[in-house]
């Protein structure tokens, strides 16, 4: 099983939201870069227009825990953003996960 580092820096979410590629669906936006780690490294932003801290929270949650079962599936290598819309307040457990799995899809990052 392999272990996703964290992205904590500013300058490294800034450099995947001008350099990196993008897909966006309803709920989500997953941002994406090949780095030279060899390693994944993931980053969620859950903006306050989502909701109070507890919205926010359990959307941050939902996210992670989805990722952690795609996980096996995802490529090494890469910088991830994901980047929570409003709607994901409202969104549950499987339609995230659906929406997640989709737009790795789309950015070719599942093996």
Do not use: W
Request: glycine share 10%.
């Amino acid at each position: 099983m392999k272990k996703t580092v964290s992205i904590r820096q500013n300058h490294e979410f800034r450099s995947l939201y001008y350099k990196g590629g993008s897909k966006a669906s309803g709920l989500l936006v997953v941002y994406f870069k090949k780095n030279r780690y060899g390693q994944s490294r993931l980053g969620i932003t859950v903006s306050k227009k989502v909701g109070n801290a507890v919205t926010r929270n359990r959307v941050r949650r939902l996210i992670k825990e989805n990722y952690r079962l795609m996980e096996p599936e995802i490529r090494d290598g890469y910088d991830v953003v994901i980047v929570a819309r409003t709607r994901m307040a409202e969104a549950d457990f499987h339609s995230s996960g659906a929406s997640l799995r989709m737009l790795f899809g789309k950015c070719g990052l599942l093996a």
